[in-house]
């Protein structure tokens, strides 16, 4: 996969950051490209201590005319949205001017999944003259390749949960629900919701403690896998190192995503932690999924 081409006549790019590491991540790589980037950190999602390594400017969710006022000046042209963001409350925005006339837009794209919500919030910046990308597209080394990541391999008995995995996430993700399952002896555990991904293990760890799990420590898979028709741009499925943490306090043997369609937070310190916990970590062939 090749990252969109860079020219100095392109100008900064815009990057709209939620929480977690994976923003950083993207930044990092676009700095390295030799790209100049301006931050957007949103108040209430984006890490402070992070942001701080980089030219930024903090939004509230709603501030759609200092947003454009901003990134007009400095030159920006190509927005990427990434980060971590608990599903807002209409309520919770702070509107100016430029919000309150799409208002009625915003509204009605609640009234479906997360996915209809940021397809249609990106048809609202692209008619503001930016071009939306996806993270994979300007930081295309964070993408994860297929095969193996680390020392590790999947059993054929993981293979088997992966298959499974594979095959659930492909029949609900018309649904706009998740990107992970976690599935265990070929029985699924559990089902990403609103919750996000580590919550989600955080339940199968309680699960385990409870006995509510039968199969043996050490055994499962976290699958993940993008939704049917997805919008690349938004939202792409993600692990990190945290990741992994989560994937051993849950019990699990690895993880399996869809090379190509994944991206990782700090790949080196993600394979680190996968081969010191011994657990796997597989991309998988896209036609797989």
């Not at 901003?70 to 309520?91: N, T, Y």
């Not at 994937?247 to 680190?272: D, F, H, N, Y």
């Amino acid at each position: 996969m090749s990252a969109v081409p860079a020219s100095r006549n392109e100008g900064p790019l815009a990057l709209i950051c939620g929480g977690g590491s994976m923003p950083m991540a993207v930044a990092d790589s676009v700095r390295a490209s030799g790209r100049e980037l301006l931050l957007f950190p949103l108040r209430g999602a984006a890490d402070p201590a992070v942001v701080e390594r980089y030219p930024h400017h903090w939004l509230y969710l709603g501030q759609s005319s200092k947003f454009l006022r901003l990134a007009r000046a400095a030159g920006c042209r190509d927005v990427v949205f990434i980060g971590s963001m608990v599903r807002p409350s209409p309520w919770q925005f702070r509107l100016d001017l430029t919000t309150l006339r799409v208002l009625p837009r915003v509204l009605a794209a609640y009234r479906g999944g997360d996915d209809h919500l940021l397809s249609n919030i990106a048809r609202l910046f692209e008619q503001f003259g930016f071009r939306l990308l996806g993270a994979h597209e300007v930081a295309p080394e964070i993408v994860v390749p297929q095969g193996n990541l680390g020392r590790s391999r999947p059993s054929e008995s993981d293979h088997a949960d992966i298959a499974l995995g594979l095959d659930y996430l492909r029949a609900s993700g018309p649904f706009d629900v998740g990107q992970a399952v976690v599935v265990a002896g070929k029985h699924v555990l559990a089902v990403e919701a609103a919750e996000g991904t580590d919550q989600m293990l955080v339940r199968v760890a309680d699960m385990r403690a409870n006995g509510r799990i039968h199969s043996a420590a050490g055994s499962g898979v976290l699958v993940k896998a993008p939704k049917a028709n997805q919008d690349r741009r938004f939202d792409l499925p993600s692990i990190g190192p945290q990741t992994v943490e989560n994937v051993v306090r849950a019990g699990l043997a690895g993880i399996a995503v869809v090379a190509g369609s994944t991206i990782m937070a700090e790949p080196a310190a993600l394979t680190k932690a996968a081969d010191r916990a011994n657990i796997f970590v597989i991309g998988m062939p896209a036609e797989r999924a």
